[in-house]
């Protein structure tokens, strides 16, 4: 069955996949552009997330904001989920069967989205969607790539929160995302 963003985002509204769904107060879906070439993937909703049902909203939100500001991005130009819709208690790291039961939604999202790059915001989303063995402080801005589509991975804004001297390695690594996208949209009008 071919599913539409609607489809995902009315099963999303119900689900009770996991144990998550008793916990949480609204679940968080993909936010952005529908037609982005660039995607963002991040483990799970925090706790503002969570109460708001808006992904990468409160102080992880401005880092990110501040971090596209800085290298010429916006909100509008990149569509931005998580592994997790659902938020887990504490903010601990999301369980294996939670990741389990949510990942078809990211699947459905790709589907739709086919993305040119996706980048994963920190250890737990690299570790699922580039490698298992992924080492984020040793291989944050390298790149792999999967047909049509280039991935990498950076730190999750939260960890600038923690160590603000992080700031310039994640913009380093985004200025280079953001001159791959340029890469892709000249292929693209030369194609056309
Ligand atoms: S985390 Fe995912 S699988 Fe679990 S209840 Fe939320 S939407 Fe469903």
Redesign the pocket.
Known sequence: MQYTWNDIDRH?AD???????RT?HR?VMGRGNRQADLMLIAEAPGAQEDQQGIPFVGSSGEILDRLFWDCGLSREEVYITNI???HPPGNRDPKEE?KE??VP?LKYETFLLKPRIIVCLGRIAAQRIISPDFRITKQHGTWTYRKDCALTATYHPSAILRDSAKYEAVKKDFLEIVRKQAEFHQQKFKKE
């Not at 689900?15 to 769904?21: E, G, K, N, P, V």
């Open positions: 999303i689900c009770t996949q996991c144990a998550l769904s949480r679940p997790l819709k659902c939670e039961a949510c939604y």
